[in-house]
């Protein structure tokens, strides 16, 4: 009945906790103003956005991001490895605690090296997950097949347990260990890849937001004519949502040291909507926590005769 379907649509967050982690990282690629990203957000209005759905919200600051003077590998022309191991660490670390403490995990980017952390920590505290990558690239480089060496187009590589022998011993990834089978990753953006398969696993939501239009993300490192309309990122973040099983989300590649105050302001507006939208935002309009659509009922009203 039409009734019923009213009802099974009318979805609350409102009884949700979320965690949020800055993860304020840059040095998986060439551009400075990735870690810039995390407060961009915050500035932007991002609690209170979360907040105004109703949510439990805490926001954990940012990981650390300890700085290393001799950083390179000498076989392998990978940038910046220790860099990223040390982030990787502590922000699995902290995603692990937030997701064990009975939060959904928002980590605020960052460049996309930080899902090389945020993955494992998911991982620690939920095996059985899978990952949806929206992205306009693979990120499935190895060490061996990267042209960049930017450590941002490899982290899923890191990650996926059938790409183990094609991985070189980098310095501090010592404590990654791969967590994923190929078949547990959905990508959404990319036109060669099967979605991974569907159940009722816990799902890892990890966004890189050159996913979009650049119109509509001017202020990324890497963007890509002919991406997602922003109704398109936020209908695929909105049924995800509704799966109930929505357990870690990553925000990737907010740059605000590209473009100008207008390109900026683009970026994180968008940024902001694909946030609400894996919180309980939907694109008809976000009820208050216990509405109900009010539906029509048969009465046997008559109008009375005019006067």
């Known amino acids: 009945e039409f009734s019923s379907f009213l009802k099974q649509k009318m979805l609350h967050f409102g009884d949700r906790k979320v965690g949020v982690v800055g993860c304020p990282v840059h040095h998986g690629q060439a551009k400075p103003g990735t870690e810039h990203g995390p407060d961009a957000l915050r500035e932007g209005g991002l609690i209170k956005k979360l907040m105004g759905l109703g949510l439990d919200v805490h926001d954990y600051g940012d990981v650390g991001t300890p700085s290393h003077e001799d950083d390179h590998h000498f076989d392998l022309p990978v940038k910046n490895p220790k860099h990223v191991a040390t982030a990787s660490e ?60 930017n450590m941002h187009g490899m982290p899923l590589s890191f990650l996926v347990k059938e790409l183990q ?74 049924e995800l949502a509704a799966t109930g099983r929505l357990t870690c989300v990553d925000i990737a590649e907010v740059n605000p040291s590209l473009g100008n105050e207008r390109d900026n302001l683009i970026t994180v507006n968008s940024a902001l909507s694909i946030i609400t939208h894996c919180f309980g935002g939907r694109r008809q309009g976000t009820y208050p926590k216990n509405y109900q659509i009010p539906i029509p009922t048969h009465t046997n009203h008559v109008a009375p005769p005019p006067s």
């Not at 064990?100 to 930080?114: E, F, I, Q, V, Y």
């Open 165 to 238: 022998p094609y991985i070189s011993k980098l310095p501090g990834f010592e404590f990654i260990k791969p967590c994923l089978s190929a078949k547990n990753i959905a990508y959404i953006g990319l036109r060669d890849v099967d979605p991974g398969e569907r159940g009722v696993k816990p799902i890892h939501l990890s966004f890189d937001i050159d996913a979009l239009d650049p119109s509509l993300a001017p202020s990324t490192g890497t963007p890509v004519p002919g991406g997602l309309s922003i109704r398109e990122g936020n209908y695929i973040c909105e």
């Open 90 to 149: 502590n922000i699995a670390a902290d995603v692990y605690n937030v997701i064990k403490s009975g939060r959904t995990c928002l980590a605020l980017g960052g460049d996309h090296s930080m899902a090389i952390g945020s993955i494992f920590g998911h991982s620690l505290a939920e095996p059985e997950h899978v990952v949806v990558w929206v992205d306009a690239h693979a990120d499935i480089n190895t060490p061996l097949t990267s042209s960049s060496g």
